[in-house]
């Protein structure tokens, strides 16, 4: 008796780039608690956890750079100094964006919503423009 195995029914799996991005922040994530158990927050660098998750790094963003007022919009200092500018040189790394506090995005990472889905797509915002600049550097 001869046996004829049924046709091949393989399976694709369609990842978005949404979903591939959202994967790789968890990994990200899970690498940089990895390194902050095992070694300490102050021994972890940002190299590290790059080199470790797999991804490199393209540019800096500052988060917390200023803060806007609620009832007038005027937007000012959150912090009396910041080091972001000679980090980026330490790391020969462009400065991609600042990141203001913005009490939407709080208000919304108190209620449980990811601050990812909260503020307005700004992480693909961040991503387009570091391939914008990455893309133009690599003209130069
Ligand atoms: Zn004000």
Redesign the pocket.
Known sequence: MTRVNPPATGSVVKITRRERAKATRHRIAEVALARFSEHGYAATTMDTIAHDAGVAMLGLVENLASSV??????EGPLFHEASTEATAVRLDLAVLARIPFDARAAAAADAGQPLAEAADGIFDKLAEEAVRRSAAGAAR
């Open positions: 007022c609620a009832r007038c919009g005027a």
